[in-house]
């Protein structure tokens, strides 16, 4: 009987806790407009975790050259995917926060969500300030990176830590690691597909690239987009020539995780005989620049361009209804 009343204790406990939830996401500059690029590029790229170079020989380069040449074309991209609400990974996040809010609310669960980016706004430290200005007995971030990695996850980790540092009474936490094997992610996954990809086509899984010498030095980022593809794959029945891992979006001169997109569709036809190709980034919680304008535009090009005949980019999982109970499923566990 004393265990009974316990447990009935502890669920009311749960049930009056107010929990605060954080989004988090790479990030967006304010504006497709260089002044506010290089703003942006500048935080993200004299990040350690992104570029781990000395800062004598890095922040030079990027000020004085980088910078001023990248922010320019940057934003010319940026202008072609931008919409009246602000850039794609805004819009779609602030649908997911809606959406999980939402969810929330109907479940009955006391939660406030909110959006931290690690890089621009709102950034991570507006959505800490918001959550302990409504008194949340406890914090739970959710990187939207499915797949571990340090340039990502631990990014988040290092800015949420950042928020922290002039607070005495720090709120109980708790931070979601990754979720790439995660069921209600794959079967999103694998629904996703089935809707969109026709029997003929090819389906290939491209991940953003990371340099080849992070791996070496212990990210095991490869690993888990490997298992991902893998547990989509078998889901799916596909044999070995009807799929393939790749990864994208590679920055500087060094080696990056291979096989490399663009490369494999430059070949993909010619090689292998590959007409018809079906696109997903798994990695993406949310269409953005690098799905939207590099997949859409540059690699459709890049693949037509080499006898290729049909080319379809299949949308990340964004506000879908499944997207949005994985990542309540997710948070409740942590309640």
Same mark, same amino acid.
């Given at each position: 009987?004393?265990?009974?009343?316990?447990?009935?204790?502890?669920?009311?406990?749960?049930?009056?806790?107010?929990?605060?939830? &954080?989004?988090?996401?790479?990030?967006?500059?304010?504006?497709?407009?260089?002044?506010?690029?290089?703003?942006?590029?500048?935080?993200?790229?004299?990040?350690? !975790?992104?570029?781990?170079?000395?800062?004598? /020989?890095?922040?030079?380069?990027?000020?004085?050259?980088?910078?001023?040449?990248?922010?320019? !074309?940057?934003?010319?991209?940026?202008?072609?995917?931008?919409?009246?609400?602000?850039?794609?990974?805004?819009?779609?996040?602030?649908?997911?926060?809606?959406?999980?809010?939402?969810?929330?609310?109907?479940?009955?669960?006391?939660?406030?969500?909110?959006?931290?980016?690690?890089?621009?706004?709102?950034?991570?430290?507006?959505?800490?300030?918001?959550?302990?200005?409504?008194?949340?007995?406890? &914090?739970?971030?959710?990187?939207?990176?499915?797949?571990?990695?340090?340039?990502?996850?631990?990014?988040?980790?290092?800015?949420?830590?950042?928020?922290?540092?002039?607070?005495?009474?720090?709120?109980?936490?708790?931070?979601?690691?990754?979720?790439?094997?995660?069921?209600?992610?794959?079967?999103?996954?694998?629904?996703?597909?089935?809707?969109?990809?026709?029997?003929?086509?090819?389906?290939?899984?491209?991940?953003?690239?990371?340099?080849?010498?992070?791996?070496?030095?212990?990210?095991?980022?490869?690993?888990?987009?490997?298992?991902?593809?893998?547990?989509?794959?078998?889901?799916?029945?596909?044999?070995?020539?009807?799929?393939?891992?790749?990864?994208?979006? !590679?920055?500087?001169?060094?080696?990056?995780? /291979?096989?490399?997109?663009?490369?494999?569709?430059?070949?993909?036809?010619?090689?292998?005989?590959?007409?018809?190709?079906?696109?997903?980034?798994?990695?993406?919680?949310?269409?953005?620049?690098?799905?939207?304008?590099? &997949?859409?535009?540059?690699?459709?090009?890049?693949?037509?361009?080499?006898?290729?005949?049909?080319?379809?980019?299949?949308?990340?999982?964004?506000?879908?209804?499944?997207?949005?109970?994985?990542?309540?499923?997710?948070?409740?566990?942590?309640?």
């Amino acid at each position: 009987m004393l265990l009974c009343k316990t447990h009935i204790k502890r669920g009311e406990s749960m049930n009056k806790q107010k929990i605060g939830v &954080i989004l988090a996401n790479l990030g967006t500059p304010d504006a497709p407009e260089p002044k506010a690029l290089s703003r942006y590029l500048w935080q993200f790229l004299t990040d350690p !975790r992104v570029v781990d170079l000395p800062r004598w /020989q890095w922040w030079p380069l990027l000020k004085c050259v980088i910078l001023p040449r990248r922010s320019r !074309r940057v934003a010319e991209t940026y202008r072609s995917v931008w919409t009246e609400q602000g850039s794609p990974l805004l819009v779609i996040s602030k649908q997911q926060q809606q959406k999980l809010q939402h969810y929330f609310d109907q479940q009955g669960i006391n939660a406030l969500v909110e959006i931290g980016m690690t890089y621009g706004n709102p950034s991570m430290q507006s959505a800490v300030e918001n959550l302990l200005k409504n008194q949340v007995d406890k &914090i739970i971030v959710l990187p939207l990176y499915p797949q571990y990695s340090s340039t990502t996850t631990a990014a988040v980790l290092d800015c949420f830590a950042q928020s922290l540092k002039s607070i005495r009474g720090l709120t109980p936490f708790e931070f979601i690691h990754s979720y790439h094997l995660d069921e209600q992610y794959i079967d999103a996954l694998v629904q996703s597909i089935k809707a969109k990809m026709k029997p003929d086509e090819f389906l290939l899984f491209s991940y953003h690239g990371i340099p080849l010498r992070y791996e070496q030095e212990g990210d095991y980022y490869r690993e888990h987009c490997k298992q991902t593809t893998i547990a989509v794959v078998d889901r799916l029945g596909l044999k070995e020539n009807q799929w393939q891992l790749c990864f994208q979006s !590679r920055f500087g001169r060094e080696e990056w995780l /291979q096989p490399y997109t663009d490369h494999f569709l430059q070949n993909a036809t010619k090689n292998q005989g590959i007409e018809k190709v079906a696109f997903i980034c798994p990695g993406f919680s949310a269409d953005c620049l690098e799905t939207l304008e590099e &997949i859409e535009v540059e690699n459709r090009e890049i693949f037509l361009h080499n006898g290729g005949k049909s080319f379809q980019y299949i949308p990340a999982l964004n506000a879908e209804p499944a997207h949005i109970e994985m990542m309540a499923e997710l948070i409740k566990k942590k309640i």
